[in-house]
């Protein structure tokens, strides 16, 4: 292989590989990866947007920096199966409404005070097959939650409504 | 002739550990399906030696151990389980048994312990009992759950610091109407609450269930080491990680048998403090059979009662079955 074929390889690697992080960086769910020390490694678009914090404001600080509402001794004790068995870890909205305080995506259309969130942590295993980061996926339930709070809501009045026919 | 007798409620299991005797060894082989069965064989002679499991029906390996131990029966055991939290190897050696193998078990690890506790002569090898294929492929399911689950008591073990009671997993193909009888064990007068998660990886797909009573969340607090009050919101937390972390597990000791990767969806919570036909009531629609294996979880010294059960769709039995058949051959 000549010296220049090699330079071609490692600069379409280098292209790929930029094209991959514009990937994590739009992609619409939030992404940050967090290293046995509870600190953020990885920040991605979704999180700046909705936090309004860039990436070089909250890497390498513990997210309860941050976020003191996030309990790191809660936190550890949730990542503690992911980081030793290597499974992953889930909160629902219904759970908790949400981790990270944002505020709905809709402010206009949509009535809900915040954005609800699921929310996975997904171990990410390194080369040597020990899993040193965690990775978080953030998702907005919050058309779902909406819609099933209304639900309930309709159920409850219905059955209300049922008991006292005047 | 030295006289060897496995004991083993799976016929999977039996099969394999006969296969993995060693050729020299030049033994007559016996099985046993259960604990009672085993007592019976070893005062009829039949066992100078006794490879015995831990989970079984009717008399489980420790009461076996223990019946063994106050009778003063002529017999040397090993055992060989997928309970491989360390507590069981030490609980059985104070039972009186010699050594302790994990399951699966293999040829060279089997000759091995059988060098070091000093027994080997020479020939003579097991006979495969003749079987019908419905049955050794339940048994197969069967086996592979039981590794599993093992593998998922352990985790659990050493992350909740506490004994786990494993329970004998049953495997059924039923349909839906069928799953509310199944779940019958699950106290009728006892409010439940329960998750739902998808799963699915190399055309095999299926939902797994994680239904807890509520009586037992306050142990589960206890045990997770959670001070505050056990409200709605902190019992559907519990719920949520008692389900990751078993649903995790057992998926991935599954997954690990069959050489492939699932993906996991997120969990739906199916309710709150219902009984458990309204529970699954929401899912009715959309199956008609499935390939369902249980797992009802205890805790030793704890009110914890949890049940699992994951529902394989009918198209992925095919698939499940090739990626087992390396069970199968003999």
């Known amino acids: 292989m000549t010296s220049s074929t090699v330079e071609k390889d490692a600069l379409s690697e280098l292209l790929e590989f930029h094209w991959m992080m514009d990937m994590i960086q739009t992609v619409d769910v939030g992404i940050v990866v967090l290293n046995r020390d509870m600190k953020i490694k990885v920040w991605n678009g979704f999180m700046e947007a909705h936090s309004g914090l860039l990436p070089s404001q909250v890497r390498d600080l513990p997210i309860s920096e941050h976020f003191p509402d996030i309990k790191e001794s809660w936190l550890k004790q949730k990542l503690k199966p992911v980081f030793e068995l290597k499974t992953r870890a889930f909160i629902t909205w219904e759970q908790r409404p949400y981790l990270f305080k944002f505020r709905n995506y809709r402010p206009i259309t949509s009535s809900a005070p915040y954005m609800y969130q699921n929310v996975v942590f997904s171990p990410l295993v390194s080369a040597t097959g020990a899993v040193d980061n965690v990775c978080m996926m953030i998702y907005d339930m919050t058309d779902a939650a909406s819609a099933k709070k209304m639900l309930l809501a309709f159920q409850v009045k219905e059955s209300e409504a049922r008991e006292r026919p005047y | ?330």
């Open chain 2, 1 to 330: 002739m030295l006289s060897v007798l496995i004991c083993d409620d799976s016929m999977v299991a039996r099969k394999q550990v006969a296969k993995c005797l060693p050729q020299d060894l030049g033994a007559s082989i016996h099985f046993a399906k259960h604990g009672q069965e085993a007592i019976n064989a070893i005062a009829d002679g039949k066992g100078e030696l006794l490879l015995l499991d831990l989970n079984m029906p009717i008399m489980d390996g420790y009461e076996t151990l223990e019946t063994i131990g106050s009778l003063s029966l002529p017999t040397k055991t090993i055992v060989i389980s997928g309970d491989i939290q360390p507590e069981a190897a030490q609980r059985v050696k104070n039972l009186g048994a010699l050594d302790f193998i994990q399951k699966p078990v293999n040829a060279e690890e089997l000759r091995n312990t059988l060098i070091k506790q000093g027994f080997i002569q020479q020939e003579e090898s097991a006979s495969p009992e003749p079987e019908d294929l419905p049955e050794e492929i339940r048994d197969c399911y069967q086996e592979v759950a039981n590794v599993a689950m093992g593998q998922a008591g352990d985790y659990l073990a050493r992350i909740m610091n506490v004994f786990v009671e494993l329970p004998i997993p049953n495997v059924n193909l039923i349909e839906i109407s069928e799953l509310h009888m199944m779940l019958s064990d699950v106290d009728k007068q006892e409010s439940t609450s329960g998750v739902c998660q998808g799963f699915l990886g190399d055309g095999i797909s299926g939902e797994a269930l994680c239904i807890l009573s509520d009586s037992s969340f306050e142990d589960i607090a206890t045990i997770m080491g959670v001070e505050s009050k056990v409200d709605d919101q902190l019992q559907l937390e519990l719920l949520m990680d008692c389900a990751s972390l078993l649903v995790g597990t057992c998926l991935s000791g599954i997954a690990n048998q069959l050489d492939m990767h699932f993906r996991q969806g997120h969990p739906v919570v199916l309710g709150q403090h219902q009984n458990i036909r309204e529970l699954i009531k929401a899912n009715e629609r959309t199956w008609k059979k499935t390939l369902a294996i249980e797992l009802s979880y205890g805790l030793e010294d704890f009110n914890v009662k949890c049940d699992l059960l994951l529902l394989f769709t009918e198209e992925s039995m095919d698939m499940m079955t090739s990626k087992l058949s390396h069970l199968l051959e003999d």
